[in-house]
């Protein structure tokens, strides 16, 4: 007779299982759509020339994903979609981590007036509603690339700030890190040897969440025309200009609504698989 106790465990094996595969399905996807970001605007045609004697052509083998209302291949205006959303939203979580870390490393580690100092600046940001800070720098910068990554970066690093900060104070106070600054080790050493692999693994599952929340900002702010404008091919704004015929070119918002999903998707499933709970 199986106990509840074997069940728990069994329970628990199973999930643990599960882990890599979903890390191996979420890593092929983001595999997947990274190479038709790389490769595809290099082989397909430019995502802007105008072809009105093409209006709303329905989808062929020679054009899978149709024409949009300007001619437009909706394929090549997706591949270089997928691509700045991937590139824009890496640059900002790699600011925003490097940002934040280093920040949340040394208000943990000097403490007094530079950790009120950072821990006030902070709870700034964290009065701010995050969509709203990048709202405010993309408005301002009028719908400019570089803005909208300003923006982006500076809603995020704060998170990175506060849970590196609460996680550096604890390692530092831990028996090894006395021990190590007993022995006259330095810094470098308790860094390499006791930080760094505490934060590496919670960083990699920020930078996860931060990916999507790039890419659904990004989306969002175009979805409204705040972030970047036409012509330039973005997936919140291919979306939008979709709308109007939904019902007679249903391929137009599918194919954006698509691979947002995907992009979403796989990297929440990378970050599951990496959660150590």
């Not at 083998?61 to 824009?88: I, T």
């Not at 700034?124 to 690339?145: D, K, M, N, R």
Request: proline share 6%; hydrophobic share 55%.
């Amino acid at each position: 007779m199986t106990t509840p106790l074997l069940e728990a465990a069994a329970t628990v094996d199973g999930a643990r299982r599960r882990r890599p595969l979903t890390r191996v399905v979420a890593l092929g996807g983001l595999l997947a759509l990274a190479v038709f970001a790389v490769i595809g605007p290099l082989m397909l045609p430019d995502p802007a020339a105008q072809d009105l004697s093409r209006y709303l052509e329905a989808p062929t083998l020679a054009e899978p994903l149709g024409r949009d209302d300007y001619g437009r291949s909706v394929l090549a205006r997706l591949a270089h979609a997928a691509r700045l959303s991937l590139v824009l939203a890496a640059g900002c979580v790699a600011t925003a981590l490097v940002l934040g870390t280093t920040a949340g490393v040394v208000s943990a580690w000097l403490g007094g007036w530079v950790d009120a100092l950072l821990r006030a600046v902070s709870e700034a940001f964290v009065a701010i509603p995050a969509l709203l800070v990048v709202l405010l720098v993309s408005a301002l910068g009028s719908g400019g690339i570089w803005a909208l990554y300003l923006g982006l970066a500076l809603a995020q690093w704060v998170e990175y700030f506060r849970v590196v900060r609460a996680r550096t104070g604890l390692v530092l106070g831990s028996p090894a890190v006395e021990a190590a600054r007993l022995l006259r080790l330095g810094p470098v050493h308790v860094v390499r040897r006791h930080l760094w692999p505490d934060l590496r693994q919670l960083l990699t599952t920020l930078a996860s969440l931060g990916m999507v929340t790039s890419i659904l900002a990004m989306s969002t702010l175009g979805f409204v025309k705040v972030g970047l404008q036409p012509p330039r091919a973005e997936l919140g704004l291919m979306i939008t200009d979709s709308f109007p015929f939904y019902d007679i070119a249903p391929w137009l918002a599918l194919a954006p609504v698509t691979v947002l999903f995907l992009l979403t998707v796989c990297f929440l499933g990378l970050r599951t698989s990496e959660d150590p709970s």
